[in-house]
């Protein structure tokens, strides 16, 4: 099993930045995604990385405004996310897949789940 940790989440005015954090300890696995699940809404997915190359992939409306990062070093992956905006709220969490690549967290092929952090985006 991993254990996922997030940090980072806050309340912030639209058109500001945050950075999430996810420290990852335990077995090893293949890549690591962000999702995030607003009130009343079903989880989806945010950005993915692999966890030994350079793909990443992310969902359409994150696109120039989010960017997925790692430190194999300290086994943590980063989410930047500027320009925030009030639709951004939501609770996010990441996730790993053991064997999978990014693409298989798009479509939420999650082996294991952090218990998140909120973001809050005021108008």
């Known amino acids: 099993q991993v254990q996922l940790v997030e940090s980072g989440g806050g309340l912030v005015q639209a058109g500001d930045s945050l950075r999430l954090s996810c420290a990852a300890s335990?077995?090893?696995?293949?890549?690591l995604g962000w999702f995030r699940q607003a009130p009343g809404k079903d989880r989806e997915f945010v950005a993915a990385?692999?966890?030994?190359?350079?793909?990443?992939r992310y969902a359409d409306s994150v696109k120039g405004r989010f960017t997925i990062s790692r430190d194999n070093a300290k086994n943590t992956v980063y989410l930047q996310m500027n320009t925030l905006k009030p639709e951004d709220t939501a609770r996010y969490s990441c996730g790993v897949s053991y064997w999978g690549n990014p693409q298989a967290l798009e479509l939420l092929n999650v082996d294991d789940w952090g218990q998140g952090t909120q973001v809050t985006v005021f108008p």
């Open positions: 990385i692999g966890w030994s190359d350079v793909i990443t």
């Open positions: 335990g077995r090893t696995f293949s890549s």
